[in-house]
């Protein structure tokens, strides 16, 4: 299948779009879990390769055992969560697969962002502290539980 042809996911959650969209034309309808869940999975199978280019991500994105926040499930986890928590009607805004991909490429890349600079403020707060590499792991390993 070439970039231009639709799955028939696709399809299906753009015609399940386009019809919540002419129900509630102003955009503030009910939300739709089982919507949601078709985008997610849609968005899953869709996303894996922007991890390679998304700041922080690379090969880190499917280390088993690498950083557990820049794995790509764990960002896509936590930016959907943000979109459902924060824009719940967004998603079903969405008039095509661009809009779509794009606007929640676009929660990823700005998470990523926010990460990679709270870890470069907390490497400036350990030199102040002083502390030690096992004492740093120990505050991450607390952090992370």
């Given at each position: 299948?070439?970039?231009?042809?639709?799955?028939?996911?696709?399809?299906?959650i753009?015609?399940?779009?386009?019809?919540?969209?002419?129900?509630?034309?102003s955009?503030?309808?009910?939300?739709?879990?089982?919507?949601?869940?078709?985008?997610?999975t849609?968005?899953?199978?869709?996303?894996?390769s922007?991890?390679?280019?998304?700041?922080?991500?690379?090969?880190?994105?499917?280390?088993?055992?690498?950083?557990?926040?820049?794995?790509?499930?764990?960002?896509?986890?936590?930016?959907?969560?943000?979109?459902?928590?924060?824009?719940?009607?967004?998603?079903?805004?969405?008039?095509?697969?661009?809009?779509?991909?794009?606007?929640?490429?676009?929660?990823?890349?700005?998470?990523?962002?926010?990460?990679?600079r709270?870890?470069?403020?907390?490497?400036?707060?350990?030199?102040?502290?002083?502390?030690?590499?096992?004492?740093?792991?120990?505050?991450?390993?607390?952090?992370?539980?």
């Amino acid at each position: 299948m070439n970039n231009h042809e639709q799955s028939d996911e696709e399809k299906k959650i753009l015609a399940r779009l386009k019809a919540w969209q002419e129900q509630y034309p102003s955009g503030e309808g009910p939300r739709d879990p089982e919507l949601e869940s078709l985008i997610y999975t849609f968005l899953y199978r869709n996303l894996k390769s922007v991890a390679r280019v998304l700041p922080g991500m690379g090969p880190a994105a499917v280390n088993q055992r690498g950083d557990v926040t820049c794995r790509f499930t764990s960002v896509l986890n936590a930016a959907f969560t943000r979109i459902l928590d924060e824009f719940p009607t967004k998603l079903l805004r969405s008039r095509n697969r661009q809009q779509l991909t794009g606007f929640v490429s676009r929660i990823m890349v700005n998470m990523l962002v926010d990460h990679r600079r709270r870890e470069g403020v907390w490497v400036k707060i350990a030199a102040v502290l002083k502390t030690t590499a096992a004492e740093d792991e120990s505050i991450r390993d607390i952090l992370s539980n």
